[in-house]
């Protein structure tokens, strides 16, 4: 489990400057009083639309409270988690989205995904399968190229 004080605010501006440079539909929201963080960036993305990040290894470094929400956990439980366990059958990851995604990091262009399944964790410890749609879209930090992505939450998975 993370912690919102690890987030630091060069790693906010990285993702701030990628959402601007690849014009992702991001929209910052209302900062409370007493905010999560001491960095006024970071909060500016905390507080937005529903975004997360992982790191070259895959573990998310970002997720703010909307994009929590739709996963069913806190942002502290999604902070230091390999991305890929929101993701059913990931071992099934069809060759041609592992070479888009590639391809997405070389160009530096971001990728739209539609109705991906995802994992949604529930109050009991279940989970159950929902569908989103993402623009991941690459950014830059400490010297290495990641994907972030904005969510949208669509629904349950109904096979």
């Given amino acids: 489990m993370g912690n919102i004080a690890d987030i630091t605010e060069e790693l906010a501006i990285d993702l701030h400057t ?27 993305l905390l507080y937005g639309t529903p ?18 929400k739709i ?8 902070l230091d ?14 060759e041609e989205r592992a070479r888009a995604l590639d391809e997405s ?10 109705n991906e ?6 109050a009991d410890g ?4 929902i569908l989103i749609d993402a623009c991941l879209f690459p950014y830059e930090h400490q010297d290495f190229k990641s994907h972030a992505a904005s969510i949208r939450f669509k629904g349950d998975y109904q096979p």
């Fill in 71 to 78: 996963f069913g956990r806190t942002v502290e439980q999604m």
């Fill in 81 to 94: 988690t390999p991305s890929v366990e929101l993701a059913p059958d990931v071992d099934n990851i069809r």
């Fill in 126 to 129: 279940s989970k159950r399968q």
């Fill in 51 to 68: 975004l997360l990040s992982h790191n070259k290894k895959g573990i998310i470094n970002f997720c703010n409270y909307e994009a929590a």
């Fill in 18 to 44: 990628a959402i601007v440079r690849h014009k992702v539909d991001f929209a910052e929201g209302v900062i409370p009083e007493n905010p999560a963080s001491r960095y006024s960036r970071v909060n500016d």
């Fill in 105 to 114: 990091l070389r160009q530096t262009k971001p990728l739209d995904l539609t």
């Fill in 117 to 122: 399944r995802r994992w949604q964790w529930q």
